[in-house]
T-cell receptor, first 118, second 109 residues
Framework: GAVVSQHPSRVICKSGTSVKIECRSL??????MFWYRQFPKKSLMLMAT?????????EQGVEKDKFLINHASLTLSTLTVTSAHPEDSSFYIC??????????????FGPGTRLTVT | GQNIDQPTEMTATEGAIVQINCTYQ??????LFWYQQHAGEAPTFLSY??LDGLEEKGRFSSFLSRSKGYSYLLLKELQMKDSASYLC??????????WGAGTKLIIKP
């Protein structure tokens, strides 16, 4: 099956610093990637839809200047958490849709990144 | 508004059968998905239903009734490794996935 990787898997950073998370589709091209956030014992919350070569579409309530998304190629999207605060600590998950999949129903998820801001 | 309901937690015995229900109210419907998520890991795809009826895949089956806005995931011959959260998600008219809060399934020996 299709594989999506995320890097890093875990990161601890100090308050006020920025952290970049990478999401890569390893064996397929992904025009569209999705970034989710998940709090403990809660469901996934869609933060933004990342489109290759264009600006990301952010969900209501998500600060685009704080969560910078770049989708520079068909296999890579990055999420940068700027000026991180402890409340940004969370599990961040990306997913990707295969561009060649037509109306493919499946999103392929990365393994997630655990961010802890101290 | 859009809403997906599923039980918060269920307990079952190893070797038994369990049914996890999901009801939904969404803006349009373009398919319903079930995902399994172990603690600290990303979700993994289990099943997809877009037409009414039962889809069987090994020990797991998923049922859909679009007229009732209802689905269930049926797990047979439960194993300890099936202890996980099971997420129901509906793809709406904009092809966005709307997620339920997940059902934590606890398997006891």
């Amino acid at each position: 099956g299709a594989v999506v990787s995320q890097h890093p898997s875990r990161v601890i950073c100090k308050s006020g610093t920025s952290v970049k998370i990478e999401c890569r589709s390893l064996d397929f091209q992904a025009t569209t990637m999705f970034w989710y956030r998940q709090f403990p014992k809660k469901s996934l919350m869609l933060m933004a839809t990342s489109n290759e070569g264009s600006k990301a579409t952010y969900e209501q309530g998500v600060e685009k200047d704080k969560f910078l998304i770049n989708h520079a190629s068909l296999t890579l999207s990055t999420l940068t958490v700027t000026s991180a605060h402890p409340e940004d600590s969370s599990f961040y998950i990306c997913s990707a849709r295969d561009s060649e999949g037509g109306d493919s129903y499946e999103q392929y998820f990365g393994p997630g990144t655990r961010l802890t801001v101290t | 508004g859009q809403n997906i309901d599923q039980p918060t937690e269920m307990t079952a015995t190893e070797g038994a059968i369990v049914q996890i229900n999901c009801t939904y109210q969404t803006s349009g419907f373009n398919g319903l998905f079930w995902y399994q998520q172990h603690a600290g890991e990303a979700p993994t795809f289990l099943s997809y239903n877009v037409l009414d009826g039962l889809e069987e895949k090994g020990r797991f089956s998923s049922f859909l009734s679009r007229s009732k806005g209802y689905s269930y995931l049926l797990l047979k011959e439960l194993q300890m490794k099936d202890s996980a959260s099971y997420l129901c998600a509906v793809r709406d008219s904009n092809y966005q996935l709307i997620w339920g809060a997940g059902t934590k399934l606890i398997i006891k020996p």
